[in-house]
């Protein structure tokens, strides 16, 4: 157990949906990242949140947006939903601002549209 | 470009015999280096790290890693392996607050 919460752990939803998949990180951790795992592009960085603002950004979508809360909790958003962004969405948490850093990850969320 | 590649998608070794895992990485100076394992189901988990000094690395569960700057590798290995060993493992790569991951390579460990 890496300490990092994620939930739902399954969702299902169909196109054109917006669903909210929420992170809680490690007890201390300042960091929060979140990626994408799915078969043809592998995983895949989002974002970085660090205390409360935004870090760094990866491959994120317009349509997906985040944030971190002053309790350090996270949320991922997903718009107008497509088939294509069914996957494993995993969220980590480090201790520092700097991503390479060890990151501990949740259990992740499947998300699948329909 | 930067890159993290991991040649190798499949791998199949049996019980008790060795193993060693490739990764080799494009970036313009040494980057800090990681290798994490996924087992079904879970999330990433750590098995070691180099940043720099001994290019030698210790791991959890037995696993050791190299790294050689002139071959821009960072092979992952261990003398033997255990059926709990079959997973998906992650080479990683991080400079520059940028964080990517290789493709992964999926071990299977015959009885």
């Known amino acids: 157990d890496s300490g990092v919460t994620q939930t739902p752990k399954h969702l299902i939803t169909a196109t054109g949906q917006r669903v909210t998949l929420r992170c809680s990180p490690r007890?201390?951790?300042?960091?929060v990242y979140w990626y994408q795992q799915s078969l043809d592009q592998g995983l895949q960085f989002l974002i970085q949140?660090?205390?409360?603002?935004?870090?760094a950004k990866g491959n994120i979508l317009e349509r997906f947006s985040a944030q971190q809360f002053p309790d350090l909790h996270s949320e991922l958003n997903l718009s107008s939903l497509e088939l294509g962004d069914s996957a494993l969405y995993f969220c980590?948490?480090?201790?520092?601002?700097?991503?390479?850093?060890?990151?501990?990850f949740g259990p992740g969320t499947r998300l699948t549209v329909l | 470009a930067q890159s993290v590649t991991q040649p190798d998608i499949h791998i199949t070794v049996s019980e008790g015999a060795s193993l060693e895992l490739r990764c080799n990485y494009s970036?313009?100076?040494?980057?800090?280096l990681f290798w994490y394992v996924q087992s079904p189901g879970q999330g990433l988990q750590l098995l070691l790290k180099?940043?720099?000094?001994?290019?030698l690395v210790q791991g959890i569960k037995g696993f050791e890693a190299e790294f050689k700057r002139s071959q821009s590798s960072f092979n992952l290995r261990k003398p033997s392996v255990h059926w709990s060993d079959a997973a998906e493992y992650f080479c990683a790569v991080g400079y520059d607050n940028d964080m990517r991951f290789g493709a992964g390579t999926r071990l299977t460990v015959k009885p």
């Open positions: 949140y660090y205390n409360g603002e935004e870090r």
């Open positions: 980590a948490s480090s201790g520092s601002g700097i991503s390479y850093n060890e990151q501990f």
């Open positions: 007890s201390g951790d300042l960091s």
């Open positions: 180099y940043f720099s000094g001994d290019t």
């Open positions: 970036y313009g100076a040494t980057p800090y």
